[in-house]
């Protein structure tokens, strides 16, 4: 990567969905490789992440053609008859890292990225569009804010410019004291609720 902070970690955690099903398909790992930033990307140290619908129809396998009931009707189970197509009408791969909603700070830039965002706290867009027309979903087509780290186009790495851009900090501090105490990894999760169909844009499978 052209510029970085100083001594990155070579692994970091996340949690994979490692196929489409119930919240037991979803893997917590500690040697997952950090992601390398290519061309016009940057490297971010996720600091806070939600748990968005969309997060949950993926798991399931929702976005599927082949999926037809409402999507809190396979919430816990996922759907068996689900085909490999996802968000975008793409084949889904695994094991893939989700999480669609997250803030951060820029710690690392690729070619074509001034090295001066380093440092940067932002808010990722999480819909990644080309000028070829095809789109991306961060956490479903390419791995997401689930991990310690992510990368993501500069262009939707948005500065934050409000105190809301510091709860990535202030996650990563409750995170630390919560190991600190004994406490497990200090993951900050939102539980799970069952979406249902129409709660948001984006319930309309990528297929308008």
């Not at 991990?147 to 500069?154: G, K, L, N």
Request: aromatic share 6%.
């Amino acid at each position: 990567m052209k510029g970085a902070e100083p001594a990155l970690p070579a692994r970091m955690r996340a949690v994979q969905l490692t196929r489409y099903g119930g919240p037991e398909v979803l893997d917590w790992r500690e040697d997952v490789p950090v992601p390398q930033p290519g061309a016009g990307e940057v490297l971010i140290r996720i600091g806070a992440a939600g748990v968005n619908n969309t997060d949950i129809n993926t798991r399931t396998g929702w976005y599927s053609k082949a999926v037809a009931a409402d999507s809190a009707a396979g919430a816990g189970g996922g759907f068996a008859e689900a085909e490999t197509d996802g968000w975008s009408g793409a084949a889904s791969t695994f094991p893939r890292i989700q999480g669609a909603d997250a803030a951060g700070r820029i710690v690392g830039v690729g070619a074509g990225v001034a090295p001066s965002r380093i440092g940067q706290r932002v808010l990722v867009e999480p819909v990644f569009r080309a000028a070829d027309g095809t789109t991306r979903y961060f956490g479903s087509e390419c791995d997401g804010a689930f991990a310690e780290y992510a990368v993501a186009p500069a262009a939707h790495a948005h500065r934050g410019r409000s105190g809301a851009a510091g709860a990535g900090d202030r996650a990563r501090r409750h995170g630390a004291a919560h190991r600190r105490a004994g406490r497990g990894p200090g993951l900050l999760a939102a539980p799970q609720e069952p979406a249902r169909g129409g709660d948001h844009p984006r319930q309309q499978r990528g297929r308008a």
